[in-house]
């Protein structure tokens, strides 16, 4: 079957540094995704990671182990802007996404 | 990065009408779009994947029949949802994807709800 697993919420401090997890069981691998979504707004891209390692994008960074099924989104000086939900997702031997149930990331000042 | 738009934005109908929204790419071919819904602090749940020029190919448990879908051209994908009810009240969210590309770009949503 397939699932991935991502915690519901979690909550950091502002300027800090926060690791949302990410693991995975799917049929067939074509990379893993993570997207950040505002409340009531559609999903935007943050990273991609098909090989294994770190992928470093400003404050954000992705990592990826295929061999264990997982990932992590980490974010660093974290700012109030970055309360959203963040939703891992791989894609399938069809090309297709498929869904974490994402992650509530709350920051308190 | 590409833009995709989707509209109406928000839409409240009666129950029993026909909804249908509108799902543009605007500076890319997008042979394929994807359609979601997803309910409040839910994730996105994939109801159909369309090719342009081909039928639609539909998630298990959505009804094709209620949900029709149409990718006339590389730029419009529609989804129409046929006599809503309530249950149907959502937040609707298509994206598009370039041939030979793996990124799926999102449009910004439309709110649908059903009275």
């Known amino acids: ?109 | 990065g590409a833009v995709v738009s989707q509209h109406p934005s928000r839409v409240i109908c009666k129950s029993g009408t026909s909804v249908k929204i509108e799902c543009r790419s605007l500076d890319f071919q997008a042979t394929t779009m994807f359609w979601y819904r997803q309910f409040p602090k839910q994730s996105l749940m994939l109801m159909a994947t369309s090719n342009e020029g081909s039928k639609a190919t539909y998630e298990q448990g959505v009804e094709k029949d209620k949900f029709l879908i149409n990718h006339a051209s590389l730029t419009l994908s529609t989804l129409t949802v046929t006599s809503a009810h309530p249950e149907d009240s959502s937040f609707y969210i298509c994206s598009a994807r370039e041939q030979g590309e793996l990124e799926q770009f999102f449009g910004p949503g439309t709110r649908l709800t059903v009275l």
Request: proline share 3%; net charge negative; aromatic share 12%.
């Open chain 1, 1 to 109: 079957g397939q699932n991935i697993d991502q915690p519901t919420e979690m909550t950091a401090t502002e300027g800090a540094i926060v690791q949302i997890n990410c693991t995975y069981q799917t049929s067939g691998f074509n990379g893993l995704f993570w997207y950040q979504q505002h409340a009531g707004e559609a999903p935007t891209f943050l990273s991609y990671n098909v090989l294994d390692g770190l992928e470093e994008k400003g404050r954000f960074s992705s990592f990826l182990s295929r061999s264990k099924g997982y990932s992590y989104l980490l974010l660093k000086e974290l700012q109030m802007k970055d309360s959203a939900s963040y939703l891992c997702a791989t894609m399938d031997s069809n090309y297709q996404l498929i869904w974490g149930a994402g992650t509530k990331l709350i920051i308190k000042p």
